[in-house]
C-alpha cells in the first residue's frame, strides 16, 4: 500500500495491561533532552567516557557477497573436501575482507557508531544508525499498511524467556529479560488466556505455570494456524467458564519453531480478518524470516551447480519471493513484530527490535528503561558499521547468501536421510494432522531399505522438508513399543521419552515433541497415540561429517527401538 494511502493505527489502548499503564518516565530518562544543549553534565551516573579500557575497536567483517548463491563445492564434494570452501574464502588475505573501525571520539554525522556512545548508556530506541537502517527496511521489506507505525531496538529474540511475567509481583523466572517480558507485562493480565499454535516454541510456556497467565492451542495444517479452528475458538468462548476472551495471539509464522511450517500471505490474511472481527493482537514472533530457502528437490532432480561465488543478487527479486508478514496486512495496528539480527548476523550482537503502534511503542519505552535499559551499544555499533560498508543492497545480498548455505545444509541433511531410509511420498496428514490446507505438500515417509514396497510395513517416520527456517519435525511410528517405567522416580516414560534417552545414549540429542506440545497432558494420556511421537532435529549447527554421522546413528537407533 502506498505511504499516501495509509491511514493511522486505530485506538488500541484497552489492550494494555494494567501493570503497563503504571509505568512512568524514567526519572533520569527525562533529563535526557538536555545533554544536545550543552550543558555541563552533573546529572547523571554516566562514567567519564575518558576511562573506558578501549581506544578503538575494530573488526574484519565478511564481505556482503562472502557466500556464493549456489552450492559451494564442499557440499556437493565428497565429506574430505568440506573445508576447501573455507580456504578459497579466507586464503587469499585481506581483500576478502570487510574492516570496520569504532573510534572512541564522535565524529560528525557518524551515527553514534563511536565508543563514546557505543559503551556508554544508550537511548532505548537504539541508536541513530540502527534507526536508520531498520526504518529502510521495514518501509522496503515489511511494508505496513498504516502509516505512523514505529519501532523500538531491544536485545533480541532469546530475551523471550520472561514471556509471560505479566505481573510485577511475580518474580522473574528466568535470568534473561527483555522484548516478551515488555510484551507481556504490556498486554497481559493474571488470569488472562494466550492462543498459542498446536506446537509452540517451549519457552514461552515455561513460565506461564506458576504466574496465573493460561494458554489455548489453536489446531493448525500445513499452512500454520487454521482460521476456522481460530474462529471456532472465539465464537465459542464461554467467558464465565473460560473466563476473559483471549486477546492475544503468540505465532512464530517463518519456519515455525519446532514445526518448520510457513503461514503464506493468504492464510494470514484470513487470521488477520477474525483477529479484526474479535479484537486481538498478533504478536508475530519471526526471527527466521530472512531464512526461506525454498522447497526441497529431490538428490536425483537437483541440478548440478558450480561451487563458484556468482554475481547477482537482485534485491527486488529477492523481496518479491519472501511471504509477506502480518504487517503488510496491518491496517489498525494490531500488530506487534519481533525480529532479531541472532540468524541473519550473530545471536551474542544481542540485537533486535520491535515494530508496533506508537501507543504500543511508548509503552514498551518506558518498561525498558527501567529493564533492560537500552540495547547492546558494541553490537550495535559494529553490526551497523558493517552494514553502513554493504549497503542496503549489500545486506540483502549477505541474505541471499545465507539462504543458499541454508538451503544447502537442509538438503544435505534429508539427502543423508534419503540413504538410510527408502523415502516416498505420503498424504499432508501424515506429519500434521487429519486436516491438510494443500494437498500438494511433499511429505516424506521414511521406510526401512528395501520394505516401503511391501505389504502391510509401516513408515518409521514422516517428515516435511522445510522451505524455511532451520528445523525438521519428525513423526515417529513406535508400532507397539510397550510404556516403561522410570527406575529413578517411577514415572511413566513413553516411547517418545523412551527413544529420546536412546539417542542420547547413542551420541545424539534432538528436541524431544514433547517440550513443543501445550497440551502435553492431553498428549500423555490418548492411548493408541502413544505410538506417535516427535521430534525436531536442526541441520544448522553441525558441520556435514557430524551430520552425516548423526544421521546414521539417528537411523540405527530407530531401527533397533522399534525392533525392524
Same mark, same amino acid.
Given at each position: 500500500?502506498?505511504?499516501?494511502? =495509509? ?118 530506541? %537504539? ?21 505512523? *507505525? ?11 524467556? %520472561? ?60 499452512? %500454520? ?127 533486535? *527490535? ?11 519505552? =518506558?518498561? %525498558? ?65 487429519? =486436516? ?36 525438521? *519435525? ?39 515433541? *514433547? ?43 530407530? =531401527? ?5
Amino acid at each position: 500500500m502506498s505511504p499516501e494511502k =495509509r491511514s493511522k493505527a486505530i485506538d488500541l489502548s484497552h489492550h494494555i495491561s494494567d501493570f503497563a499503564r503504571r509505568y512512568a518516565p524514567s526519572p533520569f530518562r527525562s533529563l535526557d533532552k538536555y545533554w544536545d544543549n550543552g550543558l555541563i553534565p552533573f546529572s547523571s551516573g554516566y562514567p567519564s567516557t575518558d576511562y573506558f579500557p578501549f581506544a578503538s575497536v575494530s573488526a574484519n567483517g565478511l564481505p556482503a557477497d562472502a557466500f556464493p548463491l549456489t552450492a559451494p563445492r564442499a557440499i556437493l564434494a565428497p565429506p574430505s573436501s568440506q573445508l576447501g570452501w573455507f580456504w578459497r574464502l579466507f586464503g587469499a588475505g585481506k581483500d576478502n575482507t570487510t574492516h570496520v573501525e569504532i573510534p572512541h571520539k564522535p565524529r560528525r554525522g557518524d551515527g553514534e557508531l563511536n565508543l563514546t556512545d557505543a559503551l556508554q548508556y544508550g537511548p532505548a530506541m %537504539g541508536f541513530e544508525r540502527t534507526q536508520e537502517f531498520i526504518r529502510e527496511l521495514t518501509e522496503r521489506i515489511y511494508s505496513p499498511a498504516y502509516d505512523d *507505525w514505529t519501532y523500538i531496538v531491544d536485545t533480541g529474540t532469546t530475551d523471550g524467556c %520472561g514471556l509471560f511475567c505479566a505481573c510485577a509481583r511475580f518474580p522473574r523466572l528466568t535470568k534473561h529479560g527483555g522484548r516478551w517480558d515488555s510484551i507481556a507485562k504490556m498486554l497481559l493480565n493474571p488470569g488472562d488466556t494466550l492462543l498459542v499454535e498446536g506446537w509452540t516454541y517451549p519457552t514461552a510456556l515455561a513460565s506461564a505455570r506458576p504466574i496465573g497467565v493460561r494458554w489455548k492451542a489453536v489446531p493448525m495444517d500445513n499452512q %500454520g494456524m487454521r482460521p476456522d479452528a481460530l474462529r471456532a475458538i472465539l465464537a465459542g468462548w464461554d467467558v464465565e467458564a473460560d473466563g476473559p476472551r483471549p486477546r492475544v495471539i503468540y505465532t512464530v509464522p517463518v519456519g515455525q519453531n519446532p514445526t518448520g511450517i510457513t503461514t503464506g500471505g493468504g492464510r494470514k490474511k484470513a487470521i488477520y480478518d477474525i483477529c479484526v472481527e474479535y479484537d486481538l493482537i498478533i504478536a508475530e514472533d519471526d526471527p527466521y524470516f530472512f531464512l526461506q530457502i525454498g522447497e526441497y528437490v529431490p538428490k536425483s532432480q537437483r541440478k548440478a551447480e558450480a561451487g563458484e561465488p556468482t554475481e547477482g543478487g537482485d534485491v527486488a527479486s529477492f523481496v518479491a519471493s519472501l511471504v509477506p508478514t502480518y504487517l503488510k496486512f496491518d491496517t489498525q495496528g494490531r500488530v506487534i513484530r519481533m525480529d532479531t539480527f541472532s540468524k541473519v548476523a550473530a545471536p551474542g550482537l544481542r540485537l533486535g *527490535w520491535i515494530t508496533c503502534n506508537p501507543v504500543f511503542a511508548e509503552r514498551l519505552e =518506558r518498561i %525498558g528503561e527501567v529493564s533492560t535499559h537500552c540495547p547492546c551499544g558494541l553490537g550495535q555499533a559494529l553490526l551497523m558499521g558493517l552494514i553502513t560498508q554493504w549497503t542496503f543492497h549489500g545486506y540483502v545480498r549477505w541474505l541471499q547468501g545465507l539462504c543458499a548455505q541454508y538451503r544447502h545444509r537442509r538438503d544435505f541433511f534429508v539427502d543423508c536421510l534419503a540413504e538410510e531410509f527408502d523415502l516416498l511420498p505420503a498424504p499432508a496428514s501424515a506429519v500434521h494432522g487429519a =486436516r491438510a490446507a494443500d494437498d500438494h505438500a511433499v511429505v516424506l515417509s521414511a521406510y526401512p531399505r528395501g520394505s516401503a514396497l511391501k505389504e502391510k510395513t509401516r513408515p518409521l517416520m514422516s517428515f516435511v522438508p522445510p522451505s524455511s527456517g532451520m528445523y525438521i *519435525w519428525v513423526q515417529l511410528h513406535f508400532g507397539d513399543v510397550p510404556d516403561e517405567k522410570d527406575e529413578k522416580d517411577g514415572s511413566v516414560l513413553t516411547p517418545e521419552r523412551q527413544f529420546f534417552n536412546c539417542l542420547a545414549e547413542a551420541g545424539v540429542l534432538v528436541a524431544p515433541g *514433547w517440550i513443543f506440545s501445550p497440551m502435553e497432558k492431553q498428549v500423555l494420556s490418548m492411548g493408541a497415540d502413544r505410538q506417535i511421537g516427535h521430534v525436531r532435529l536442526s541441520y544448522t549447527p553441525a558441520d556435514m561429517e557430524q551430520t552425516r554421522q548423526g544421521v546414521k546413528i539417528f537411523a540405527q537407533t530407530i =531401527r533397533e527401538f522399534c525392533r525392524v
